[in-house]
């Protein structure tokens, strides 16, 4: 393997979620570059079908109580994914809305690059979607899909294995085989 190749291999495998911050703020240029990656990121039809607001720490007094987690709250970074479902791309056959797809994808750039940045975070799912809405005014299209807690890590991002199911039992070669 080369060392590019290598290079990816490594950042998937250092990412973990991360729950405990340093009370360190995330630099301006690294953050911009975060943004980026949702904005490259792709989507079906490009339709893009996503608003992302960006909440710092300081701003955060009434959106921190949503967290059931202490280690979020001290998040420099907390970055709220909406889901923009009206103008996703709606597959024909089944009627299926890739909105939170679309979303998933873009959140997942980010903290790769989040990774790649020496940052940790964590998708936090686990909330109130309706009272995140109202705390921050965000329009009754939108749907919030997590918030994005992102920062310097407690500890250091060192390799874990986490149990994972076996990869004969998620990966099917030719047909469905149980
Ligand atoms: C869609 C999604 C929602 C999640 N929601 C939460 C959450 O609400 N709170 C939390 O502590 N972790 C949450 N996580 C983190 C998962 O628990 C974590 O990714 C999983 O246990 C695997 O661990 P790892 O990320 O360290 O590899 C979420 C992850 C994903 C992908």
């Given at each position: 393997m080369d060392e590019k190749t290598k290079i990816y291999y490594d950042l998937v495998k250092r990412r973990k979620s991360v729950r405990e911050f340093l009370d360190k703020p995330v630099p301006l240029d690294i953050l911009s570059r975060l943004l980026m990656t949702l904005n490259r990121a792709q989507s079906a039809a490009n339709r893009q079908p996503w608003h992302f607001i960006v909440v710092e720490k300081k701003d955060r007094d009434e959106l921190n109580?949503?967290?059931?987690?202490?280690?979020?709250?001290?998040?420099?970074i907390a970055i709220v994914a909406c889901a923009d479902r009206p103008q996703a791309w709606v597959r024909?056959?089944?009627?299926?809305?890739y909105a939170w797809v679309d979303v998933a994808i873009a959140v997942t750039e980010m903290i790769g690059a989040a990774t790649a940045e020496g940052l940790g975070a964590c998708w936090v799912a686990s909330l109130d979607a309706e009272r995140v809405k109202a705390i921050l005014g965000i329009?009754?299209?939108?749907?919030?899909?997590a918030i994005i807690a992102i920062g310097y890590p407690a500890t250091e991002l060192k390799r874990e294995d986490k149990p994972r199911k076996p990869i004969k039992e998620i990966i099917h070669y030719g047909r469905w085989q149980e």
């Open positions: 109580n949503v967290f059931t987690k202490d280690g979020f709250k001290n998040a420099p024909k056959t089944d009627g299926m809305n329009p009754a299209n939108l749907e919030v899909v």
